[in-house]
């Protein structure tokens, strides 16, 4: 089966949205910004293909190449295509999503060995912030927020204030299970609190369709679920895999990859012991985890 073409939505003047159907595993969205003499752009892709097709897109919107990359976060499938747009291009991230990126290196083809990456250059960012950030594109304002520790410890959310668009990073899966291992569950429920607080009208996801903030209150009904399904299943002395077995996703069931409940349990676990938000957990065992639930068929990327 292969993948529905990526494509543009363009919800304001000089904004657009590139979305990559279906958004599941390393089908991120991307964006970007111009006035017409100077493009930022928000996140890349995970494979050189699938970056040099972006870079495309933009040519093909009939704006400038970027001249400035924001990354929402470290992860692979919104990192992987830095070197297609550097060094004409500034790359812009947190400071721990910096961090994060050089730890993790070729994370993505260990993972997933058969996936064809291309010739990927770990690309980290140029230059980093701390709290927030305020870029200037013409008319154009750009704030880069911090949200604290949420998907990862180095999430980025990129806010138009006068055009009421917000870019939230892998704050929101639209449609898709939200993913926790390398954040924090507390922290991510705060982070929909900021976004709130943008009162953004159109949301662009970190995967999926475009959508509203009625994608907050989904995601922290999902949030919220996973709390008490751990508090329960913890108390009952079961481990995160026999809690996630035992569930029953109700409306959630149909959201991509809801293998992703045990690796949200385990994070739920972590900070039920009192570990700090963001500590990190053993990757392999959530992996092995995710693969049960899978059915025993291990997580595919689709890129």
């Known amino acids: 089966m292969t993948a ?52 495309e897109a933009i040519a093909g919107a009939g704006v400038p190449l970027p001249r400035t990359v924001v990354n929402t976060h470290h992860h692979g499938d919104h990192t992987y295509g830095n070197a297609v747009f550097a060094p004409e291009a500034l790359i812009l991230g947190h400071d721990n999503a910096r961090t994060e990126q050089i730890a993790a290196g070729h994370q993505l083809e260990l993972i997933w060995p058969a996936t064809d990456f291309g010739s990927v250059e770990i690309t980290a960012p140029d230059l980093t912030y701390n709290d927030r950030t305020t870029l200037h594109l013409g008319g154009t304002e750009v704030r880069v927020i911090h949200p604290g520790v949420a998907h990862t410890t180095g999430d980025s959310i990129v806010f138009l204030p006068r055009q009421g668009i917000v870019f939230t990073g892998d704050l929101v899966f639209a449609e898709g299970t939200p993913f926790l291992a390398m954040g924090s569950l507390a922290g991510s429920l705060r982070a929909l609190e900021l976004l709130r607080s943008l009162d953004a009208q159109t949301v662009v996801p970190g995967h999926g369709p475009l959508t509203d903030p009625s994608a907050y209150e989904a995601t922290e009904r999902y949030l919220r679920y996973v709390a008490d399904l751990a508090r329960e299943g913890r108390a009952k002395g079961l481990s995160p895999l026999e809690t996630a077995q035992g569930a029953d996703l109700g409306e959630f069931a149909a959201w991509r990859e809801s293998e992703r409940l045990v690796a949200n349990v385990h994070r739920a676990y972590a900070e039920l012991a009192g570990e700090p938000e963001g500590a990190p957990l053993n990757i392999l065992a959530v992996l092995q985890d995710m693969t049960v639930m899978n059915g025993g068929t291990p997580i595919l990327c689709h890129a």
Request: proline share 6%; net charge negative.
């Open 4 to 55: 529905e073409e990526p494509y543009l939505v363009q919800p304001a003047a000089g904004v657009y949205a590139y979305v990559q159907p279906d958004g599941g595993w390393c089908l991120n969205n991307a964006g970007f910004v111009s006035d017409g003499g100077r493009t930022l752009l928000i996140d890349t892709a995970a494979t050189e293909r699938r970056a040099l097709a972006l870079r």
